[in-house]
């Protein structure tokens, strides 16, 4: 079992950048790659971004490709998302994962953190 808790969310004006971090109670660098999804009130569940196991490689959605960008701190079991030029069309409730096998948008994740609310105002 693998828990991951999202923290760093909050209200930002538009233009603006904020850091989400994604801990995880074990280690998961070399063992899980990790996902970024967001879910906006009324839509469905979107993958934002995702990096390999090992972050040798890192994919992102049309939506925020050049704006946002995943990094890690692997001695503090750690992942981060930077969001630059945020849009109001970012609000959402933002949510890490991992998996074990396979990487990015059509990846099966394993485990889920509770998520955490951005809010970008104009």
């Known amino acids: 079992q693998v828990q991951l808790v999202e923290s760093g969310g909050g209200l930002v004006q538009a233009g603006g950048s904020l850091r989400v971090s994604c801990k995880t109670s074990v280690r998961t660098w070399d063992r899980y790659a990790t996902g970024w999804f967001r879910q906006a009130p009324g839509k469905e569940r979107e993958f934002v971004g995702g990096i390999s196991r090992g972050g040798g490689g890192t994919v992102y959605a049309d939506s925020v490709k050049g704006r946002f960008t995943i990094s890690t701190d692997n001695a503090k079991n750690t992942v981060y998302l930077q969001m630059n030029a945020l849009k109001p069309e970012d609000t959402a409730v933002y949510y890490c994962?991992?998996?074990?096998?396979?990487?990015?948008?059509?990846?099966?994740?394993?485990?889920w953190g509770q998520g955490t609310q951005i809010t970008v105002s104009p």
């Open positions: 994962a991992v998996s074990y096998i396979g990487w990015g948008a059509r990846a099966k994740y394993d485990y």
